[in-house]
């Protein structure tokens, strides 16, 4: 899976641009799921551009969701809100969240129970700061992301969730990890899911890896065994990097 995190970018109407011109470029794309996650306000006009442009099978996601369904939460937006505007996705717990909106493991999990439950494919996040990494603690802060984001799932959740491990490091950085330590970690992450559901169900998880992917070095990251696709902050604004991305050259 190739994912597009725009963050706060783009307008509905240069949404809808971009996917006029992506869509033609990623025509013979093969064997592999293609994901945008445009901004709340985006997600609907993104969603039928996509489908204008015969491509109902790139799915499009959430950048965020709340875990109530209705209610009185100002400024949040419900799993079925989301589906209704034609989204299939939500990521829960960017570090960015974590970072300037305090967001916490246990609330991470409660909302991606909460997508699970109102039909959403999850995609969590976790990565560990540099300063985490720099005094030997990335392992011990994975695994706890790991193991509290799902704390309570059932075995049907995990075909509908996907991992992103994100140092947060790496991110709009311009410093990717290398594929060693992209490969240690999501390593890592497999044997933490093994350890606490087994080989099947932590062999079949998908691990996207995030934080400064970019067309020169997407194919190295791709060609790591345990990475199973890619989350992109800055490389997936312009469709044609990101459609390069999409097209990444397997090893
Ligand atoms: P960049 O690709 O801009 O480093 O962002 C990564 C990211 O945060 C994707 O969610």
Known sequence: MIAANW?????IPEAVAYVGRFVPMVRNAADVDILIAPPFTAISSVAAALKKGGRTD?????QDVFYEEKGAFTGEVSPSMIRDAGGGFAIVGHSERRQYFHETDSLVNKKAKAALKGG???IICVGE???ERNTGRTFDVVKRQVSEALVEFQEADFKNTVFAYEPIWAIGTGVTATP???EEAHLFIRS???EIYGGDIAGDMRILYGGSVKPDNVDEIMACPDVDGALVGGASLDPESFSRLVMFKKG
Do not use: H
Not at 58 to 62: D, G, T
């Open 7 to 11: 963050k706060m970018y783009k307008t």
């Open 58 to 62: 790139i799915f499009v996601a959430a």
């Open 120 to 122: 959403l494919g999850v």
């Open 129 to 131: 700061t540099i300063e």
């Open 180 to 182: 060693e330590q992209a």
């Open 192 to 194: 933490v899911m093994k």
